[in-house]
Nanobody, 125 residues
Framework: QAQLVESGGGSVQAGDSLRLSCTTS????????MGWFRQAPGKEREFVAA????????KYADSLKGRFTISRDNAKNAVYLQMNSLKPEDTAVYYC??????????????????WGQGTQVTVSS
């Protein structure tokens, strides 16, 4: 089953932290690279972070390095995004996605086969 379910979004103040989670019941999870993307109103969906199937390789969008941390727990079929020092410009719908090429934490949307429905993150100043 390909369903990905995100959770952990919400409304916070600037400077706060949130931890997003993404889970699936699919047996494919541990063999896939996983990524987080986000889409703000009126903007393109953009890359946030990605992690290879065993967590050995991680990539971040340059603008987010140091504030966001991606991790995964294959025993729980879960991938996480820890977001610290949140800013109003982080306001977006956050999506997790699965990439068949498990070795490749790609920043390209087109490399991802499975997508969740998204979770809203709103940061107020």
């Amino acid at each position: 089953q390909a369903q990905l379910v995100e959770s952990g979004g919400g409304s916070v103040q600037a400077g706060d932290s949130l931890r997003l989670s993404c889970t699936t019941s699919g047996r494919w999870f541990s063999s896939y690279a996983m990524g987080w993307f986000r889409q703000a109103p009126g903007k393109e969906r953009e890359f946030v972070a990605a992690i290879s199937r065993e967590g050995a390789t991680i990539k971040y969008a340059d603008s987010l390095k140091g504030r966001f941390t991606i991790s995964r727990d294959n025993a729980k079929n879960a991938v996480y995004l820890q977001m610290n020092s949140l800013k109003p410009e982080d306001t977006a719908v956050y999506y997790c996605a699965g990439n068949f090429a498990g070795w490749n934490p790609s920043p390209r949307r087109s490399d991802y086969r499975y997508w969740g429905q998204g979770t809203q993150v709103t940061v107020s100043s």
